[in-house]
């Protein structure tokens, strides 16, 4: 599985940015899918994450009510929508995939990842 995440750029405190996660395999579609964060000096955390089918998501408690994700399953896409950003959410933003359909919380826990795409949010 690849997975390709985009959708990273600078934006203002307050201000908007979606990310998208396309993965190279049907199989795509029976996979929990996560998004991931790293800060320069700080170790990866989580961020969101969403089931196979689209219903469980979990959230950060740091991005409840202004994050959400979702997926696309007829695109092999997952989505994390940002408002509200705050310039401590500047970070890589990764993309991860297990071979599971339950949601997990720990990085090591993702068996595929994406290559990363930077949002810095200027305050």
């Known amino acids: 599985v690849q997975l390709q995440a985009s959708g990273g750029g600078l934006v203002q405190a307050g201000g908007s940015l979606r990310l998208s996660c396309a993965a190279s395999e049907r199989t795509y579609s029976s996979y929990a899918m996560g998004w991931f964060r790293q800060a320069p000096g700080k170790e990866r955390e989580f961020v969101a994450a969403i089931s196979w089918s689209g219903g469980p998501t979990s959230h950060a408690d740091s991005v409840k009510g202004r994050f959400t994700i979702s997926r696309d399953n007829a695109k092999n896409t997952v989505y994390l929508q940002m408002n509200s950003l705050k310039a401590e959410d500047t970070a890589v933003y990764y993309c991860?995939?297990?071979?599971?359909?339950?949601?997990?919380?720990?990085?090591?826990?993702?068996?595929?990842w994406g290559q990363g795409t930077q949002v810095t949010v200027s305050s």
């Open positions: 991860a995939s297990r071979r599971s359909n339950l949601i997990r919380w720990g990085p090591n826990e993702y068996h595929y």
